[in-house]
């Protein structure tokens, strides 16, 4: 009998988090979600809200941790034109710090393996230059292709892509000459 009633002790409290959670999220009030989350520490105290984790969330741009400036670039987008399978491309995206702080790029992201940037790693001053080196390795890679460089540095917003495109012809069988 009395693990019966902790169970359903155990099912209200959780009934009750949970409600009180949803009321939370549906408010848009600071201070109606401060006074509901003092609620369920003191109405439930042994059942913590869920917390959102990696699995379940969007990857989200960590926010610049301080001041922002802005950077423009000559063009965001390059056409290769048509190449043979297995040859490499490289193309520099010229830009400027164009806002009022040092900008620092943090990291560049090709969209796979096959894309690789290369990026200042120490801070542009206001007013400067850089050149961020894109190379695309056809290689495995025949037809058409449209690869992503994500950018991300202390703008807003945070993330900056530049984009390679192209098409690769598919790379025709050696054939062995016997004589």
Same mark, same amino acid.
């Given at each position: 009998?009395?693990?019966?009633?902790?169970?359903?002790?155990?099912?209200?409290?959780?009934?009750?988090?949970?409600?009180?959670?949803?009321?939370?999220?549906?408010?848009?009030?600071?201070?109606?979600?401060?006074?509901?989350?003092?609620?369920?520490?003191?109405?439930? $105290?042994? &059942? &913590?809200?869920?917390?959102?984790?990696?699995?379940?969330?969007?990857?989200?741009?960590?926010? /610049?941790?301080?001041?922002?400036?802005?950077?423009?670039?000559?063009?965001?987008?390059?056409?290769?034109?048509?190449?043979?399978?297995? *040859?490499?491309?490289?193309?520099?995206?010229?830009?400027?710090?164009?806002?009022?702080?040092?900008?620092?790029?943090?990291?560049?992201?090709?969209?796979?393996?096959?894309?690789?940037?290369?990026? $200042?790693?120490?801070?542009?001053? /206001?007013?400067?230059?850089? *050149?961020?080196?894109?190379?695309?390795?056809?290689?495995?890679?025949?037809? $058409?292709?449209?690869?992503?460089?994500?950018?991300? &540095?202390?703008?807003?917003?945070?993330?900056?892509?530049?984009?390679?495109?192209?098409?690769?012809?598919? &790379?025709?069988?050696?054939?062995?000459?016997?004589?």
């Amino acid at each position: 009998m009395k693990h019966f009633r902790i169970q359903i002790l155990t099912l209200l409290a959780f009934a009750l988090v949970s409600s009180l959670f949803i009321a939370c999220q549906n408010e848009s009030s600071d201070d109606t979600r401060a006074l509901a989350r003092e609620s369920l520490a003191t109405a439930a $105290p042994q &059942a &913590a809200p869920a917390q959102p984790t990696a699995a379940n969330q969007p990857a989200q741009p960590a926010a /610049p941790a301080g001041p922002t400036t802005t950077m423009s670039f000559g063009e965001n987008t390059f056409d290769f034109g048509e190449i043979d399978e297995g *040859e490499k491309v490289e193309h520099i995206y010229k830009f400027k710090n164009t806002g009022d702080e040092p900008l620092v790029i943090s990291n560049a992201k090709g969209s796979c393996g096959c894309t690789v940037p290369q990026w $200042p790693k120490t801070p542009i001053a /206001p007013g400067d230059s850089g *050149e961020i080196l894109v190379s695309f390795n056809s290689k495995g890679k025949p037809g $058409p292709q449209t690869k992503k460089v994500t950018i991300t &540095a202390n703008t807003d917003p945070v993330q900056t892509f530049l984009t390679i495109t192209g098409k690769v012809k598919k &790379a025709e069988a050696q054939t062995a000459v016997n004589n």
